[in-house]
């Protein structure tokens, strides 16, 4: 009895947190972080639970922008100070961020188009497949990879100049040492491939926990999804040509 009452306490509680902002409340930003330090133990379960194509686009929409800021006005405007005066360089980084913002907002658009023709795509084909999936599940899956993919190429631009300053200080001193370059390419090359086979296993368990496949199944729906757009158009273009060459 007293493990019963216990139980249905516990029941109860962990209803009213859900029903107060617990776990149906989770932000883009958390379930970006818990899907890069702990993507099959946190990150992955709370996407697939209670994610959204909302909160899927707004990470993406974010994570441009501070690649965006990081990449080109904060380079931009160190070098602006550095040469001219403090004015000069905020009119100048004013300029950039003004063409920037309106290519990024480009970006989006065509992003937003293609993972949308995609999602369609994908879902119909993993329907085929027994999958039992919607145009809007795949189409949340989608934008977290977007965004899951940006921030995990930020992070590994960091470990790259991280890895690579040893090197690069020690070349510096010997610039005629072949085998620290030897050693340096080396390591760049296996680390590159790990962290991109990590990445791709990240991205492909999310999308199979969503339509509930296995990863071989949702590789090969992945495939198949790639596949037809091309098909699609190469036969387009066949009918262009012999519509043209008559």
């Known amino acids: ?55 899927g686009f707004y990470a993406t929409a974010a994570l441009a922008l501070m690649s965006f800021v ?5 380079p931009a405007l160190v070098g602006m100070i550095f ?81 690579s300053l040893p090197f690069l200080l020690l070349l510096g001193s010997n610039p005629d040492s072949t085998v620290g370059s030897i050693v340096w390419i080396i390591i760049i090359i296996f680390a590159t491939i790990a962290f991109a086979v990590y990445t791709f296993w990240v991205c492909l368990t999310l999308l199979s926990r969503q339509i509930n496949k296995s990863h071989l199944a949702t590789f090969g729906i992945s495939i198949i999804t790639s596949l037809i757009p091309v098909i699609i158009l190469g036969i387009l273009i066949g009918m262009v040509v012999l519509a043209s060459s008559r």
């Open 83 to 163: 040469v001219d005066k403090l004015n000069v360089a905020l009119t100048g980084a004013t300029a950039l961020s003004g063409i920037g913002l309106l290519g990024l907002a480009v970006g989006l658009l065509f992003a937003f188009i293609g993972i949308a023709i995609y999602s369609a795509i994908f879902s119909w084909v993993a329907n085929k497949f027994d999958a039992n999936t919607t145009y809007e599940s795949v189409l949340k899956i989608m934008w977290y990879e977007q965004a899951y993919n940006q921030i995990m190429g930020l992070v590994y631009f960091i470990g790259f100049l991280l890895l």
């Open 70 to 74: 990081f990449s080109n006005i904060l």
């Open 1 to 55: 009895i007293r493990y019963s009452i216990i139980n249905g306490l516990f029941v109860l509680r962990l209803e009213k947190y859900r029903c107060f902002g617990g776990f149906m409340e989770t932000k883009w930003y958390s379930d970006i972080w818990q899907l890069m330090v702990a993507p099959f133990k946190r990150g992955i379960p709370q996407i697939v639970e209670h994610g959204s194509c909302r909160k």
